[in-house]
């Protein structure tokens, strides 16, 4: 859920941003640093920040100095005042207890995080998208009005559509900032992600990064993505490399499971309020996508309710079939297990009880390898129905369902 806040910027102005946390315990925090000239508000920003709190990271996203929401003067910042706004921005998530320990870039916001990130010590992981190794690779974007920011002192230039103010400040400041000797100071892992056919910061920039930074270092290409990372499932794989290369570094605590639940909570976050896909999460090391076919209104880019109770039968069964052959030290090779569920006629079904007009019912087909005789294959099919999920699909369930409270809001 985001929740909207302030804190004070580098000059004392006050930035907007927002602050996507997970449903339950936050399990790490991280600042999200958008591209030159965006906002907090773009959709790669959005989503990237949205699914990694459904994956139990806070991600405070904010506006740079005038630009978004947040006060100022966007004619006066430079690529120096983004990095001293990042520094504001941890100084503000360190008041509140929540330190970040996860910094995320895209484009120049990658280039500022690389910049800031020995200067707040917390922070553990670093990870950019499309960033340019030299700042002043932002100056291309000016092209012909570079003539009269030099003569003039400053000049409106069109970025995205968009008039923007650009002075001879900001051209020197970007000029002089170099990455390498942060990278060189830096003692945070760093993921790089670059797209190979990123035609406004080329790939060459990821390699030049990569060879400038220390150990523990990794690059994952996005493949296909264009520079603002705007196809939704660009931003979910890039989200979800994220998240996983970073638990490595981060100090992920699993949610405390309720009384009753020893394999702990299983969280279900909805990722897309317009269709139907689910962030499927258990604590921070699993983590899946449920969803509908395209027929039935979803995206299909996860498997079904059903299909996951379908899942979670064929995976126990399997299991129990090979954890009582190894027992038996039976020659079992291999086993898989098909599961089709249907609804059907609940005078067809020979084992139903009840009235019910329907009934769910699923077929499971195991398939079982190796030199096993007649007898053992027998067993092994009647210990199928010894499967806890069996039995707890055939059984009556009690289902408890409450409302959470409402959380309260941060406070700037």
């Known amino acids: 859920m985001g929740q909207k806040i302030t804190f004070k910027g580098h000059s ?17 925090t991280a600042i999200f640093a958008h591209c030159f000239t965006c906002s907090k508000d773009i959709p790669a920003a959005r989503r990237i920040s949205q699914r990694l709190a459904a994956m139990g990271i806070g991600v405070l996203r904010f506006d740079f100095t005038g630009l978004g929401h ?16 990042l520094l504001a921005a941890a100084a503000y998530l360190r008041e509140t207890g929540q330190a970040p320990g996860l910094l995320i870039g895209h484009s120049l916001g990658g280039a500022a995080v690389l910049k800031a990130a020995p ?19 932002v100056i291309e974007n000016f092209g012909a009005s570079l003539a009269e920011i030099e003569a003039n002192g400053e000049a409106e230039v069109c970025l995205a559509n968009r008039p923007f103010t650009i002075r001879k400040s900001f051209l020197e400041d970007v000029s002089e900032s170099q990455l390498d000797p942060a990278l060189k100071a830096m003692k945070a892992a760093l993921l790089i992600m670059h797209a190979p056919l990123d035609m406004t910061v080329g790939i060459d920039n990821a390699a030049e990064i990569f060879v400038a930074a220390h150990h523990p270092k990794s690059f994952v290409t996005l493949d296909g993505a264009d520079h603002l990372i705007t196809r939704a499932r660009d931003a979910e794989y890039a989200a979800d490399v994220i998240a996983t290369w970073a638990a490595r570094y981060l100090d992920l605590h699993r949610p405390a499971p309720p009384a009753g639940a020893p394999e702990g909570v299983v969280r279900v976050t909805e990722a897309d309020p317009d269709g139907f896909l689910q962030d499927v999460n258990s604590g921070p090391d699993h983590h899946a996508l449920a969803d509908e076919p395209v027929a039935y209104g979803g995206t299909n880019r996860g498997m079904s309710p059903y299909q996951y109770l379908a899942a979670g039968l064929g995976a126990c069964t399997s299991m129990t079939i090979r954890m009582y052959a190894r027992r038996k030290k039976w020659p079992l090779q ?6 089709t569920h249907d609804k059907i006629h609940a005078e067809d079904c020979e084992s139903c009880e009840g009235a019910a007009s329907k009934v769910d019912q699923f077929v499971r087909v195991i398939h079982l390898s190796g030199p096993l005789d007649a007898d053992q294959r027998a067993r092994l099919l009647a210990i199928a129905d010894k499967c806890p999920v069996h039995r707890t699909l055939k059984s009556v369930s009690d289902i408890k369902t409450t409302l959470a409270d409402e959380p309260a809001l941060a406070q700037a």
Do not use: Q, W
Not at 12 to 28: I, N, S, Y
Not at 334 to 339: I, L, M, N, R
């Open 12 to 28: 004392g102005e006050m930035l907007a941003a927002r602050f996507d946390a997970p449903e339950g315990p936050v399990l790490a």
């Open 334 to 339: 291999a086993v898989h297990v098909d599961v």
């Open 70 to 85: 947040s006060d100022g003067e966007f004619a006066n910042t430079g690529f120096s005042s983004n990095v001293a706004d």
């Open 119 to 137: 200067e707040i010590p917390e922070v553990k992981a670093v990870a950019t998208l499309g960033a340019p190794h030299d700042p002043a690779h």
